[in-house]
């Protein structure tokens, strides 16, 4: 099996300092977060080749990705998140999933977008809860 390559197009574009600036969540059943929930906004989180992790965190459980390698997913079609990434001001965006050496990253497989980069350059993360986050960089 082929070592994972770093640095597939538009991979360096998630590297770097991001605070959230926002929060979506689905208009329909019942859910443990609100739009632009308190509990995350203005966290920071760090993305770089080495690993993914949120910033300043006291919570010993938060997730942290050892080794992340980005899978650059096909274009969406009628996606399920689409009503929350026009929420948040993303109408189009390229998708990625992630995939950790070690630890982990948010409630999904290396087959599920995780990472929504837009056109002008900001970032959705699909979260726990239901939660779609919307970075931006520091």
């Known amino acids: 099996m082929d070592?994972?390559?770093?640095?597939?197009?538009?991979?360096?574009a998630l590297y770097g300092s991001w605070h959230?600036?926002?929060?979506?969540?689905s208009d329909s059943g019942?859910?443990?977060?609100g739009?632009?929930?308190?509990s995350f906004?203005?966290?920071?989180?760090?993305?770089?080749?080495?690993?993914?992790?949120?910033?300043?965190?006291?919570?010993?459980?938060?997730?942290v990705c050892k080794g992340p390698v980005f899978h650059e997913l096909p274009a969406m079609t009628g996606a399920e998140l689409e009503p929350q990434l026009h929420k948040l001001g993303i109408?189009?965006?390229?998708?990625?999933?992630?995939e950790c050496k070690s630890g982990s990253w948010g409630p999904f497989d290396k087959e599920t977008p995780a990472f929504f980069l837009a056109q002008d350059g900001s970032l959705a993360l699909s979260w726990y809860d239901g939660g779609l986050l919307k970075l931006v960089r520091d």
């Open 35 to 38: 739009d632009d929930d308190p």
């Open 91 to 98: 109408e189009k965006a390229v998708r990625y999933s992630v």
């Open 41 to 63: 906004m203005g966290r920071r989180l760090s993305f770089s080749h080495d690993q993914l992790a949120w910033k300043a965190s006291t919570d010993s459980t938060e997730d």
């Open 30 to 33: 019942v859910q443990a977060l």
């Open 3 to 12: 070592a994972p390559k770093h640095d597939q197009p538009g991979e360096s």
């Open 20 to 25: 959230v600036a926002g929060v979506a969540v």
